[in-house]
């Protein structure tokens, strides 16, 4: 059923309309956001997010969270002006739609070598990383 040796937290969220014109929410509701599709995708690129975003969002904060984590079994700290840009396209595949992604990762004033294998290390441990590893095509630039 599962492959978490333990599950520590499970996200609920309830969502209809998709897309276009649809509304997420947690049932928590400290989420609740409404959708909409961008014009390049034939939306009406209304006031809502699009799950390309979401899952921008969820992927480079999650990524950050992987680097505190790294970062601290190695016995030192982020610097404070860490920050991810991220970006997830999609795009027609050979049977239906597929998304790609890409982060670009600034860590500040640290050695560019540090930062290079804190951020591979990171690469190894962050949820998102190890979800789309082999599915999406994963881009992660240091800055």
């Known amino acids: 059923m599962s492959d978490l040796q333990k599950v520590l937290y499970t996200a609920h969220t309830h969502t209809t309309g998709g897309r276009d014109g649809g509304t997420a929410k947690s049932d928590d509701g400290k989420l609740d956001v409404s959708l909409s599709a961008p014009r390049a995708l034939g939306g009406n690129d209304g006031d809502g997010t699009n799950p390309e975003q979401l899952f921008a969002a969820g992927y480079s904060a999650c990524f950050i969270g992987a680097l505190k984590a790294v970062a601290a079994g190695d016995k030192q700290s982020l610097p404070e002006d860490t920050f991810i840009n991220a970006s ?21 004033d640290m050695d560019k070598d540090d930062a290079k294998a804190l951020v591979e290390k990171a690469h190894q441990v962050c949820p998102y990383s190890n979800a789309t590893r082999g599915n999406v095509n994963v881009t992660i630039n240091v800055l």
């Open 88 to 108: 997830v396209s999609i795009g027609p595949i050979e049977h239906g739609f597929g998304i790609e992604a890409e982060l670009n990762v600034s860590l500040g």
